[in-house]
Structures are given as structure tokens and as C-alpha cells.
């Protein structure tokens, strides 16, 4: 059982670059099952009904967010009604949406994923680590492959809930920060493990904003509208295999590939009949 996780989608440019691959990563890496961040899905900013519908149709089967969750308003209807898309399991009762998904790959195996949100530096959600014990421990009972996009900035947080959901989870993955690290892992009782995925998105750029307006942030201290940048899309991703009896983690692949790496990936003939 192989599963793609898609750092980030920033705006257009990432949109565009997860249209492109994803098809062509499903035919070329044999994968049974897309989960991507979209909380900066339109224009950096949240995610839409229209636009979550159109990444569904990319080939993404479980959609997850973050922090950006609710920047746009309509999406607070979409959420009660859309069960692939995910906002952080560790806000309080009543909030709109689940942070949890129970449901199968396309060849019928059962998969869970949990999104939760970290503490540090971040807006006060409740208890990560309790939230999503908990919630591993009711998916257990019906699934062994259950991946976990945690969803926070410090590298402590994340790594700290990476050792412990090890042998608990079949992988956990960080997102949020945009920015990929090149710590890939199966920890000793065989969870996937990277503290960040990274972003895809436009990456001349910081962290997705036009690097003239961030930049002038940082040098005049004053504040400035973000603006989404342009220019090519860059795809960051990791594909983790799992054991589908043990729900174990046997390879843990990162993948940073640019425009044209997609391109020349997406024109590659098709392989033969997968097995
Ligand atoms: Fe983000
Ligand atoms: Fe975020």
C-alpha cells in the first residue's frame, strides 16, 4: 500500500502543479491513496467549496488544513457536508467539520487520517497528544493504515509527536511551515516520519507571498497586504509504503520536484499493467 502526501497547496501555482502530477505520481509510483494539505488553496488563503471539488478531482482523496481553515467564510458550510475534507481535530466541540476520516483506498482497504493543529507558536487549540491518541486509538479497531498530518511550526512539537504515535500510526507527517525538511524516517516501531512536508506552491517566493511584499515586512517592520505569488508551481510531496497487516511503515520517500520535473514525469509513456 503506497500513500502520496501533498505538502501545502499554495493558490494557483499550486493547484496547477498538483493537476499536472498527481495523475502521472498514481500511474508511475503505483499509488493507492492522495492526502493533501489544501488550507492555502485559494489564493493562499483557506479553501473554498468550488475549489476543494475541483483538488477532489486531481485524484486527492482526503483533504486536510490547518491554521488557514476558516480564512474563507463559505467554507463553514462546505465542511458539514464534505467528510474528505479535514480542519483540525483539536478545536473545540461544535466547531464545523471533523478532523478524523475513516474510509477506504480504491482497492478497498480500509485507511484513517487525523489532522490535528500543534500549540506552539500557534493559536491555543486543545491537547494534540490526547486528541489524536484518542482518536488512533477508535480508528485502530477498523484500520491498521492511518496517517497523521500535524499541522504546527515548531520542529520540537512535531518531532515530539512523531515518538509518540510511533507504533501507533503508519506515518506522520508535518505540514504548515511551507518549508521542506529533509528529515525522513521510519522511527523504531515503524512510523513514517517528516517534520515537514513543505509546500507546493510558487517557490520564488516566501513561503508563498510575493517575496517583494514579505520581504518589505522584514525590512520596514510596517504592515502589508499579502499578496499570492506567480510563476511556476513546485511540488512537495512524500510517499510513504506501508505494510497493510501490520499498518508499519517499510519506505518513507521525499519528493521536491519542480515544474518540468512534473512535465517530463506526466509525459512518460505508461508503464505496463501494475500487478
Ligand atoms: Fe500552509
Ligand atoms: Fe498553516
Known amino acids: 500500500m503506497r500513500i502520496l502526501f501533498i505538502g501545502d497547496i499554495f493558490g494557483r501555482p499550486g493547484r496547477d502543479v498538483a ?13 493507492d491513496f492522495v492526502i493533501a494539505n489544501g488550507e492555502n488553496a485559494a489564493a493562499g488563503f483557506g479553501i473554498t467549496g468550488d475549489i476543494a471539488d475541483t483538488i477532489f478531482g486531481y485524484g486527492v482523496d482526503v483533504m486536510t488544513t490547518g491554521n488557514h481553515v476558516w480564512d474563507k467564510k463559505e467554507v463553514l458550510e462546505y465542511l458539514p457536508r464534505q467528510p474528505k475534507l479535514l480542519r483540525p481535530v483539536n478545536f473545540p466541540a461544535g466547531v464545523p467539520g471533523r478532523g478524523t476520516f475513516l474510509g477506504r483506498t480504491r482497492s478497498g482497504e480500509p485507511i484513517g487520517v487525523v489532522n490535528a493543529m500543534g500549540r506552539i507558536f500557534m493559536p491555543p487549540l486543545d491537547d494534540p497528544f490526547a486528541v489524536v491518541a484518542r482518536e488512533i486509538e477508535a480508528l485502530r ?36 511551515t511551507h518549508v521542506q525538511t529533509a528529515d525522513e524516517r521510519i522511527l523504531p516501531k515503524g512510523t513514517a516520519y517528516l517534520t515537514d512536508v513543505g509546500m507546493t506552491g510558487p517557490h520564488d517566493s516566501i513561503i508563498g507571498v510575493t517575496t517583494e511584499v514579505a520581504l518589505a515586512r522584514f525590512l520596514n517592520g510596517m504592515p502589508a497586504r499579502f499578496e499570492p505569488a506567480t510563476g511556476p508551481g513546485r511540488l512537495n510531496a512524500v510517499i510513504v509504503t506501508a505494510d497493510l497487516k501490520t499498518g508499519r511503515a517499510t519506505a518513507i520517500e521525499r519528493l521536491n520536484l519542480s515544474s518540468e520535473d512534473v512535465d517530463a514525469l506526466a509525459s512518460r509513456p505508461l508503464a505496463s499493467p501494475r500487478a
Open 141 to 176: 479497531a477498523k484500520t491498521r493504515i492511518i496517517v497523521v498530518d500535524f499541522h504546527a511550526e515548531a520542529t520540537s512539537e512535531k518531532l515530539a509527536m512523531g515518538w509518540h504515535l510511533d507504533g501507533r500510526a503508519t506515518a506522520v507527517f508535518g505540514t504548515h
Open 19 to 31: 493537476r499536472r502530477a498527481i495523475p502521472a505520481l498514481v500511474e508511475h509510483a503505483s499509488i
